[in-house]
C-alpha cells in the first residue's frame, strides 16, 4: 500500500516555500518529509544546425558555490513559469538570455528536478536557431542581478565537455544528451 499524504504545515515562506509533510506507510506507521516548492521551471537548449553550435549561460549559483561547485555554472536558459506556459517561458527565457528568439520548441519531458526533497518540476525543450537570430546581447534582466554571460559552444565541444564530467547541471545535460541521441550527426 502506497504512503498517504496526512498534514502539510509551512515553515517558511519567502522565494522558495518550505514545508514539512506527515505522511501514513501502509502499515498505518506515520512519518515526516521536508518539501522545497518554489514552482515550475521551463529549460531549452537552442542550437544551430547549420554551424553546429549550442547557445549556453554561465552565472553564479549561490547553493552550488556553497556546495563546492564551480563560480558559474554553465547552463542552458532556464526560468520560473510564472503567469504563462512553460513553452512560452523557456521563448522568454532564450531571448532574455540568450537575445535570441525563438518560434519552435521541441519537447522533450517534464521531470521532476529533485524528487526527494522539491516540489518542482522542469519543462525541457530543443529548439534551432542560426546565427541570423541572434538579435540581442542576452545577459538577462539587469534588475535581477542574475549576472550571466552567454557563451556559443561547438557541439563537439560540449560534448567533450560532458564526457569529462563538466556539465554539472542536471537539466543541461538531460537537454544535450536528447539532442546527441535525436542528432548525433551535429556532434562529429
Known amino acids: ?23 501514513s506507510a501502509g502499515d498505518g506507521q506515520t512519518f515526516t518529509r521536508e518539501i522545497e516548492h518554489h514552482g515550475r521551471a521551463a529549460c531549452v537548449l537552442p542550437y544551430d544546425p547549420e ?19 564551480p563560480p558559474e555554472l554553465l547552463e542552458a536558459p532556464a526560468g520560473m513559469v510564472d503567469n504563462e506556459d512553460a513553452e512560452e517561458t ?11 528568439p525563438l518560434s519552435r520548441l521541441d519537447p522533450i519531458g517534464s521531470p521532476f528536478s529533485c ?3 522539491s516540489s518542482e518540476r522542469v519543462d525541457l525543450f530543443l529548439a534551432t536557431y542560426s546565427a541570423e537570430d541572434r538579435i ?16 556559443e559552444v561547438p557541439l563537439a565541444l560540449l560534448w567533450t565537455w560532458v564526457e569529462q564530467r563538466r556539465i554539472e547541471d542536471l537539466k543541461s545535460l538531460a537537454l544535450i544528451l536528447a539532442l546527441r541521441v535525436r542528432r548525433p550527426d551535429l556532434f562529429g
Not at 500500500?1 to 505522511?23: D, I, S, W
Not at 521563448?91 to 538570455?97: D, G, L, S, V
Open 1 to 23: 500500500m502506497p504512503a498517504e499524504l496526512r498534514k502539510v504545515e509551512t515553515v517558511y515562506q519567502g522565494y522558495t516555500t518550505l514545508m514539512v509533510a506527515t505522511l
Open 90 to 100: 523557456a521563448i522568454r527565457e532564450a531571448m532574455e538570455e540568450c537575445g535570441v
Open 51 to 69: 554551424r553546429r553550435t549550442a547557445l549556453m549561460v554561465n552565472l553564479p549559483r549561490a547553493p552550488v558555490i556553497w556546495a563546492g561547485g
Open 115 to 117: 524528487p526527494g526533497v
Open 136 to 151: 540581442g546581447a542576452g545577459g538577462g534582466v539587469d534588475t535581477e542581478r542574475e549576472l550571466i554571460t552567454v557563451e
